[in-house]
């Protein structure tokens, strides 16, 4: 029931966004601050949304429809043309919905997190956020050492240092969903490396994990890291994926629910932490139709718009009550590490 439910939900969310979304390509307006060209009502309560990697892509389509649910949208992304051009419009079709804030954030970068969290976060619209997205990412061939530093840089470290920044400013009820992917899953790495994330404990392990794997690759630069065309992209979703399990104490089980339940955090919808606030979760998006997918990966059957994908993303922010925190969700529901 829940399922059908939570189906129909998402197919509605996405199918009016689309609808809403036509005009889209037509404007264009360079400001770094965007207001919705109906004014909010006074009454109405003010939530504060941050998106990184919000240019194109699924961060796009995330802060669409959250701006879409009335949110006021921090949008992010590394690029300041290429932010503001996606703020503008996206704020061009705001109609009495959400707001958007521009603000420049490179996420491999920890001097643009110190600067975005000492000048933004202290000036939330609302004084809080409810919902972070850390949705950049990048994925590259091959797992030599430039190309691991790099991808764990942006997928791994970066989400992390974002989270840091931005868990004192959480409210009570507030969600980080780091967008990961299915390529993160431990049965595509070396069975070292997964070994090692399975035993990881505390983020401080998975930390300690992440420093050994580059340390590896830098000493035997023919090392398996995982399976398949992007090692270096899988170990660092790995890595993201665990520091997402140990931030809520769940001790890792085949079955997630199982883990959770064994760590007596549990939550009535078979596992993950609805006690510890702000919930910190992974989500899969599924195959999404971005410029990350290959052009034959975009033609596959089953694979998602990014809209399509966004609402399943949203979703679990904004029906917290769903959401339990320290697991890994894909289309609503646990999937395993
Ligand atoms: N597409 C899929 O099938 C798929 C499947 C599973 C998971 N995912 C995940 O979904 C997320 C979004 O990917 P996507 O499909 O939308 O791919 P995309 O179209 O390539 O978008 C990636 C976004 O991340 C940004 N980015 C990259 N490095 C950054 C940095 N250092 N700082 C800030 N922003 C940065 C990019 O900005 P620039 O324009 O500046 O590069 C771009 O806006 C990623 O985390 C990805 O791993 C995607």
Redesign the pocket.
């Known amino acids: 029931m829940h399922a059908l439910l939570y189906a129909a939900l998402v197919a509605t969310i996405a199918a009016r966004a689309r609808a809403w979304l036509l005009p889209l390509q037509l404007k264009t307006t360079h400001t770094t601050a965007c207001r919705a060209a109906t004014p909010s009502p006074p009454e109405r309560e003010c939530k504060t949304a941050l998106v990184?990697?919000?240019?194109?892509?699924?961060?796009l389509a995330v802060a669409t429809l959250l701006v879409q649910q009335d949110y006021h949208v921090i949008l992010?992304?590394?690029?300041e043309a290429?932010g503001l051009k996606a703020a503008s419009d996206l704020s061009a079709h705001c109609q009495g919905t959400g707001e958007i804030t521009f603000r420049q954030?490179?996420?491999?970068s920890p001097d643009s997190i110190k600067h975005f969290a000492t000048q933004c976060l202290p000036t939330l619209p609302s004084g809080s956020l409810t919902a972070v997205f850390n949705?950049?990412?990048?994925?590259l061939p091959g797992a030599d050492i430039a190309t691991l530093q790099y991808s764990l840089g942006?997928?791994f470290y970066?989400p992390l240092r974002v989270m840091e920044a931005c868990l004192p400013f959480m409210d009570e009820e507030g969600v980080v969903v780091n967008?990961?992917?299915?390529?993160g899953e431990l049965l595509w790495l070396n069975s070292d490396i997964a070994e090692a994330l399975r035993q990881a404990q505390t983020v401080q392990d998975v930390r300690a994990a992440a420093d050994d794997i580059l340390q590896r690759a830098a000493l035997d630069p023919g090392a398996e890291l995982a399976f398949g065309a992007t090692p270096a992209y899988s170990v660092s979703?790995a890595l993201l994926n665990a520091a997402v399990r140990c931030r809520h104490g769940i001790p890792y089980a085949p079955d997630p629910a199982e883990g959770a339940l064994n760590a007596g955090r549990a939550s009535s919808r078979g596992g993950g932490s609805t006690a510890q606030r702000p919930a910190v979760i992974a989500v899969?998006?599924?195959?999404?139709r971005?410029?990350?997918?290959s052009e034959e990966?975009a033609q596959r059957e089953g694979v998602l718009s990014?809209l399509e994908a966004a609402a399943h993303v949203v979703g679990l922010a904004t029906w917290r009550e769903r959401t339990a925190g320290g697991l890994f969700y894909r289309y609503g529901a646990v999937i395993p590490w």
């Open positions: 990184t990697g919000a240019s194109r892509g699924l961060g992010t992304a590394r690029s290429d954030l490179d996420v491999s949705n950049a990412g990048v994925c942006v997928n970066g967008v990961s992917s299915g390529d979703k899969c998006p599924g195959d999404v971005t410029l990350m997918a990966e990014a």
